[in-house]
Each structure stands twice: as structure tokens, then as C-alpha cells.
């Protein structure tokens, strides 16, 4: 693929400093090593290196989620690809899916939720603050699917507008509030996933969901350590990314029973509940 006017492009000077540009004809990036003329990468295919003003080597990526993710500009604390990566793959979110998102803050989570569900799907995006819409906006126009992102503006409603939706995925301060206008939006079977960072904020989640008519709760803590692969000399990286955020995983039922809370953990099955070979 050649770089053309449009074109995200991942311009790498070293692993410790990328930078992502839309390329437009004329425009110019400013770094410590020099200066880089989207002129000079317009007609390269990713892979390729040039040069900057001082004569500096940049090599010409092609941005993933993950970039994309990383480098948008926050106005709060973004969810990380480790949690995004495992929140898509738990929620079985697909191509298509319509998927209802309460709390979007900076978009980050909107991004990897619009990339699942592609230009089939539709994410429906709920903030309490309408200030955040227009860089939210502005965050998510890196991936080409603002047209599968409705973001909206709402307190703590009784409902949603919307019905029948597969997934929910819930960040604010106090999920056991949403509990119920989620259930009412979710189809049977449908999964919720909620964000919280605090022990006390999945205590009183899981209670709520359980007495609200979901099951299957399990709540996961994510944490990543950078392993530094040196020749005779690999080590682990002394810092690394920490508690973030705790998940707490549930599905819809259509009954509304009380569920006390498990005290097993919804992945950990006996032998006897697996099916044999």
C-alpha cells in the first residue's frame, strides 16, 4: 500500500519516540531529530525510511489499533489494549453487532468497540458530559468509521433509546446504578462488561448485576510486564503497567431472578462440566 494524501502514518524514529500524522501535502512535523515533510512520504509504501531536515532516518509505518489507541488525545484516563483486547474477545463482539457504551470519556474503547463491530455494526456511545463528544470525535476519526458511532449525552436514565442490543460495556464511577437501564437494553444473552478501579465498585457491581437479573459474573484484573530481550542479558523491564482497571463480566437472562454472588469464578469449571473427548 503507497502512501497517499489521507494516509495514517506511524513515523517511528526510534522505540521510544512515534508519532502519528494524517499525511496532507505541504504539512510538516517538527521532532527533536528534525523536521519531516509529508511531501517526502507522499507515494512510499509502508516499510520504507526517510529523511528529516537534518538528515535524521524515520521509517513510515502503518498504524495499528493499538497506536491509534495510544496516541489520542485524553481528557481521561483511556482504557489500555490489554483491557480493550480481552473485553472484545469475552463480549464476543462481531462484525455487525450493535453494541451500547456508557461512559465513552476520551473514545478510546469506542475505537477498538466501532473497529469489532465494523461498517455493519453500530456502537452507541453515552456520556454524562456533552463537552467530551467533539474529542471523542476527533479521537475516533483515525479508523474511517465515525459513520458507526452514535455518541449521545445522558445522565443516569431510566432507559436507553435503544433496544435488543448484544453487548453493553459500562465505565463510570458507579455501574450498580446503570444496571438496570442496561438490562432493559440488552437482548437475551446479552453481555455486559463494566470498569471500575476500585475493590468497592466491583463489590457493590456484583451484587446489583446478580439481583438484576444477570449470571455468569467474573471479574478479571489485567496486569502486562515488558520483558526486555537482550542478547545475554534478558530481563524484565523494572517498570511495568499495573492495575488499571478491575472487569467484571456478566450476561442477561431473561428472568429476573436474584443470583447470589460466585464464589467460584465463572472460568474455573469442574472436570465433570466439560465435555468429554
Same mark, same amino acid.
Given at each position: 500500500?503507497?502512501?497517499?494524501? =489521507?494516509?495514517?502514518? @506511524?513515523? +517511528?524514529?526510534?522505540?521510544?519516540?512515534? +508519532?502519528?500524522?494524517? /499525511?496532507?501535502?505541504?504539512?510538516?512535523?517538527?521532532? &527533536? *531529530?528534525?523536521?519531516?515533510?509529508?511531501? $517526502?512520504?507522499?507515494?512510499?509504501?509502508?516499510?520504507?525510511?526517510?529523511?528529516?531536515?537534518?538528515?535524521?532516518?524515520?521509517?513510515?509505518?502503518?498504524?495499528?489499533?493499538? $497506536?491509534?489507541?495510544?496516541?489520542? %488525545?485524553? %481528557?481521561? %484516563?483511556?482504557?489500555?489494549?490489554?483491557?480493550?483486547?480481552?473485553?472484545?474477545? *469475552?463480549? =464476543?463482539?462481531?462484525?455487525?453487532?450493535? /453494541?451500547?457504551?456508557? =461512559?465513552?470519556?476520551? =473514545?478510546?474503547?469506542?475505537?477498538?468497540?466501532?473497529?469489532? /463491530?465494523?461498517?455493519?455494526?453500530?456502537?452507541?456511545?453515552?456520556?454524562?458530559?456533552?463537552?467530551?463528544?467533539?474529542?471523542? @470525535?476527533?479521537?475516533?476519526?483515525? @479508523?474511517?468509521?465515525? &459513520?458507526?458511532?452514535?455518541? *449521545?449525552?445522558?445522565?443516569?436514565?431510566?432507559?436507553? $433509546?435503544?433496544?435488543?442490543? $448484544?453487548?453493553?460495556?459500562?465505565?463510570?464511577?458507579?455501574?450498580?446504578?446503570?444496571?438496570?437501564?442496561?438490562?432493559? !437494553?440488552?437482548?437475551?444473552?446479552?453481555?455486559?462488561?463494566?470498569?471500575?478501579?476500585?475493590?468497592? %465498585? /466491583?463489590?457493590?457491581? !456484583?451484587?446489583?448485576?446478580?439481583?438484576?437479573?444477570?449470571?455468569?459474573?467474573?471479574?478479571?484484573?489485567?496486569?502486562?510486564?515488558?520483558?526486555?530481550?537482550?542478547?545475554?542479558?534478558?530481563?524484565?523491564?523494572?517498570?511495568?503497567?499495573? &492495575?488499571?482497571?478491575?472487569?467484571?463480566?456478566?450476561? *442477561?437472562?431473561?428472568?429476573?431472578?436474584?443470583?447470589?454472588?460466585?464464589?467460584?469464578?465463572?472460568?474455573?469449571?469442574?472436570?465433570?462440566?466439560?465435555?468429554?473427548?
Amino acid at each position: 500500500m503507497q502512501i497517499s494524501e =489521507g494516509t495514517a502514518v @506511524l513515523f +517511528y524514529l526510534d522505540a521510544r519516540r512515534t +508519532y502519528l500524522k494524517t /499525511v496532507h501535502p505541504g504539512d510538516k512535523l517538527h521532532t &527533536h *531529530k528534525g523536521m519531516i515533510s509529508m511531501d $517526502d512520504a507522499i507515494g512510499h509504501p509502508f516499510g520504507d525510511s526517510i529523511r528529516t531536515h537534518l538528515g535524521n532516518t524515520v521509517i513510515l509505518l502503518e498504524p495499528t489499533l493499538e $497506536d491509534m489507541m495510544m496516541k489520542i %488525545q485524553r %481528557q481521561t %484516563q483511556i482504557i489500555y489494549p490489554k483491557e480493550a483486547a480481552l473485553i472484545i474477545l *469475552k463480549a =464476543g463482539v462481531l462484525k455487525g453487532y450493535r /453494541v451500547l457504551e456508557v =461512559g465513552f470519556g476520551s =473514545g478510546a474503547l469506542t475505537m477498538a468497540l466501532a473497529n469489532a /463491530v465494523g461498517d455493519t455494526g453500530k456502537v452507541y456511545a453515552y456520556d454524562r458530559r456533552e463537552d467530551r463528544i467533539e474529542k471523542a @470525535l476527533r479521537n475516533t476519526r483515525w @479508523l474511517n468509521l465515525t &459513520h458507526t458511532i452514535q455518541f *449521545k449525552t445522558a445522565s443516569i436514565p431510566d432507559r436507553y $433509546d435503544e433496544s435488543d442490543l $448484544d453487548a453493553a460495556m459500562v465505565d463510570v464511577p458507579e455501574p450498580w446504578e446503570v444496571v438496570e437501564p442496561v438490562w432493559t !437494553a440488552l437482548r437475551g444473552g446479552g453481555r455486559w462488561v463494566s470498569l471500575s478501579p476500585t475493590y468497592n %465498585q /466491583v463489590e457493590k457491581t !456484583a451484587i446489583a448485576l446478580g439481583r438484576g437479573g444477570f449470571i455468569f459474573l467474573e471479574t478479571i484484573e489485567i496486569l502486562t510486564r515488558i520483558i526486555l530481550a537482550r542478547e545475554g542479558r534478558t530481563r524484565p523491564f523494572e517498570r511495568m503497567i499495573g &492495575h488499571t482497571a478491575f472487569l467484571t463480566f456478566a450476561r *442477561k437472562i431473561n428472568e429476573r431472578r436474584a443470583e447470589p454472588v460466585p464464589e467460584v469464578p465463572a472460568g474455573e469449571e469442574s472436570p465433570e462440566a466439560v465435555e468429554p473427548t
